[in-house]
Every structure is written in structure tokens, then in C-alpha cells.
């Protein structure tokens, strides 16, 4: 099978124990078929200390019995006790593989790494190259998930869809809602014709598309752009950007689970209650002005991420054809980081301490372990922007 890789998949490496938030705590960790078997086939008195450490194994989805929240396997040196003793065949397949993200599309597997992991959001937010996708023949990896629709013509689709709208997100000569908007519209369009089973009609818009963002380049020409204007950022407004915040991420364990988004999200209520939505968008547009001319690259930043969601996402539509679904999500999730990074960013300010690269890593990867992986948020953000944006 074909790899692509991430283009810093190969920077990546494990902080074993001085990881700041091992990911050997506060996770549900499911045990895949592959390691139960590999389980069952230890000497008896082995086999027996194994599966006591692990709850549901008459179901569809036995998983590590905790210890206080953390896996009995966690060592005091922050390290994994069966992959010190050279067993990582008896991890579960997620503790061997996380961060990385490995799907299978049939003829080739796309590898991402998980921005919840603190060293990729650190490597993440250290690159300074444009992101890509680069054939990776190193080993091969276990498959997370693997998508099988046996319609090649639409992955190719997806594809040409994917390269079409980061190239450009790449190239803009500035990232804001003008081009996110502009690309929604585009997905908006694609979707009802996929929808409806017109696969030719969703090409056309796809081409048309992509002419006219190469006739723009051609003649240096941004459309929707004055560029004497300030650039503004929010796609989705600030009213239901808070209703997200107060019912899918403040739930009531997140001060236990994790303690500096929950500090993220008092500070955001006390900075926005009384506002009305209006005026709390024109405040988050002023301070990621302020953030940009303190931090140049803020803006930059923001482009990053939603290229990388577009890496990371845009193919899974393979499984679906549920284009929208995957873009508002996408477009919620980037601003949910903009949010919290400047609420993180005016933290320091009044603390009168430098928002460093340790402080960023901290926001990005807290933010990414609570919107990103439960689907019970998932669902809850979807339920949310469709019955009030849609």
C-alpha cells in the first residue's frame, strides 16, 4: 500500500515521560480485537493479569480499567510498563499508534498526527514550511480506519477538491472570512448536487471554482478583499460560538479532565458576559489585530490550522459524501481556537507573562483533547450549527 504522510510526520517523536499530559490519563483506551487475541495467547497466569485490567470484555468494546483515571500500566517514570518490557503487542492498537492518524482510502493510507498530543501541536505550530501531503515508504503502520466505498472516481473528487481550496488558502495574500465564506459557498454548492446524486453538476462547480481562482492569481487580483479595510475573521457568529462553548465544552468534568481549558472558558465568561453577540465579535477582531501586531503570524497561524483540518478531514467525506457536515465542523473548530487563544493571550497580558511557544502548545492541544476526541460533543456541536446556523 501507498503512504502519504504530513509533512513533518517525520519530526515527530514521543516525550515519553516528561510529556506534559501523557496520554496514558484521563482517556477512554479501547482494546482492539488484534490485541485481545494476542492476549488470550499468553500463559495462563500472564493472561489472567491482562484481562483483569481490562472492563467489558463480553462487548463490542473492551477498554483499559482505570486507576484513579490513569492506566495501570503508567509507570512513576511517566512510561508505558508492557512497552518497557518490549511488549508493545499487548498495547491496545491506539496506544501503539497515537498520535498518528492512519486511514486507508484502499489503494493508498493518508498518516496525520493529532494536534491533542502537546508535541505535535508543538511541531505544528513550529513549521514554518506550507503544509502538505508527501509520499512517506518508511514501515508499514497499522491501520486506524479504513474506508472502503469503491468509488474511486468521487476520491478522486476529494482529492482534486482538497488540493483545489488549500492551494488557495495557501496563496491568499490574507486569510479571513472573505475566503472562508467564499469556500463554504463552493462546498454549499457541491453538497446539494452530491446530495442529489449529481456528480457531474458538483464537478462543474468544482472546475468553474478553481478557474477562477487561477484567473485570480494570474491578474493578482482578491476578490471580496478591500485591502484598506480590517480584516475580519468570524464565520460563525458570536452568540453561537458561546452556546458551544457553555453546552458541548464546559461540561461538568472539565475541571477535573482538564483544568487549563476550564480556567480558558471562566475567563471568556467573565470577559464577554453582558456583551451582546455583536459586540463580542468586534472585540475578538480587535484583540487578533492587537495579537498581530504583537505577534506577527497570529493571522498565519489561523490558516495553518484550517489547512491542516482540511488535510486531516476533507477524504473522511469518502465514507458519507457528507461534504457540509465536515466543513462546518472544520470552520467551528478554528474558531473555537481563535477564541481561546486569545483569551489565553490576554491572560498573560494582565499577568504581564509572555504567551510563549509552552503557553500556545497548552491552548491548542487542552482545546484539541475536548472538542476533537468525544462524540458526544461532536454531536452536540453539529445539533448546535444546524439549528441555528443552517
Known amino acids: 500500500m501507498k503512504y502519504f504522510g504530513i ?39 500472564r493472561r489472567k493479569t491482562l484481562l483483569r485490567n481490562i472492563k467489558g470484555q463480553k462487548t463490542d468494546s473492551p477498554q483499559i480499567r482505570k486507576r484513579l483515571g490513569s492506566c495501570p500500566y503508567h509507570t512513576g517514570e511517566g512510561l508505558c510498563g508492557l512497552q518497557q518490557e518490549g511488549r508493545t503487542d499487548l498495547m491496545p492498537r491506539v496506544c501503539r499508534e497515537y ?14 498526527l493529532e494536534l491533542a498530543c502537546p508535541e505535535v501541536a508543538r511541531l505544528f505550530l513550529e513549521e514554518k514550511e506550507p503544509l502538505s501531503m508527501l509520499p512517506w515508504q518508511k514501515e508499514e503502520r497499522e491501520i486506524l480506519w479504513k474506508i472502503g466505498n469503491e468509488d474511486l472516481p468521487f476520491l478522486e473528487f476529494l482529492q482534486d477538491l482538497r488540493q483545489t481550496m488549500v492551494d488557495e488558502a495557501q496563496t491568499q495574500e490574507r486569510f479571513d472570512v472573505a ?9 454549499d454548492a457541491m453538497h ?22 487561477q484567473e485570480s492569481r494570474r491578474v493578482g487580483e482578491q476578490e471580496d478583499l478591500d485591502a484598506g479595510a480590517p480584516r475580519q475573521m468570524l ?49 475578538f477582531e480587535k484583540i487578533w489585530q492587537e495579537m498581530e501586531e504583537e505577534m506577527p503570524g497570529t493571522y ?10 482540511l488535510y486531516e478531514m ?4 469518502y465514507e458519507d459524501y457528507h461534504l457540509l457536515k465536515t466543513i462546518l465542523l472544520g470552520n467551528m473548530y478554528l474558531e ?7 483569551i489565553a493571550w490576554l491572560d498573560c497580558k494582565k499577568h504581564k507573562v509572555t504567551y510563549d511557544l509552552d503557553l500556545q502548545v497548552r491552548t491548542l492541544s487542552s482545546l484539541e483533547r475536548r472538542m476533537r476526541h468525544n462524540t458526544g460533543v461532536t454531536d452536540g456541536i453539529l445539533s448546535r450549527v444546524r439549528k441555528d446556523f443552517l
Not at 492518524?101 to 493510507?109: G, L, Q
Not at 446524486?197 to 478557474?211: C, G, M, P, Q, S
Not at 498565519?300 to 483540518?309: C, E, M, P
Not at 481556537?337 to 486569545?342: L, T
Request: glycine share 2%; proline share 3%.
Open 7 to 45: 509533512s513533518f510526520l517525520d519530526k515527530f517523536h514521543c516525550s515519553k515521560g516528561v510529556c506534559p499530559k501523557t496520554c496514558c490519563k484521563g482517556w477512554q483506551i479501547l482494546v482492539d480485537a488484534k490485541t485481545m487475541e494476542k492476549i488470550e495467547q499468553e500463559p495462563a497466569d
Open 99 to 112: 498520535p498518528r492518524r492512519t486511514i486507508s482510502y484502499e489503494a493508498f493510507a493518508e498518516i496525520a
Open 179 to 187: 475566503l472562508l465564506y467564499r469556500q463554504y459557498r463552493c462546498f
Open 192 to 213: 446539494e448536487h452530491l446530495m442529489r446524486d449529481k456528480r457531474a453538476e458538483a464537478n462543474t462547480v468544482l472546475d468553474a471554482y478553481r478557474n477562477r481562482c
Open 235 to 283: 464565520f460563525f457568529p458570536m452568540d453561537l460560538v458561546d452556546k458551544v462553548i457553555a453546552h458541548q465544552l464546559d461540561l461538568p468534568n472539565l475541571a477535573v479532565n482538564n483544568a487549563y481549558l476550564k480556567k480558558c472558558i471562566r475567563l471568556y465568561y467573565r470577559l464577554c458576559n453582558g456583551k451582546t453577540a455583536e459586540e463580542a465579535g468586534a472585540f
Open 300 to 309: 498565519d497561524k489561523y490558516r495553518k490550522y484550517y489547512i491542516y483540518y
Open 314 to 317: 476533507l477524504l473522511c467525506v
Open 336 to 342: 473555537l481556537y481563535m477564541v481561546m487563544d486569545a
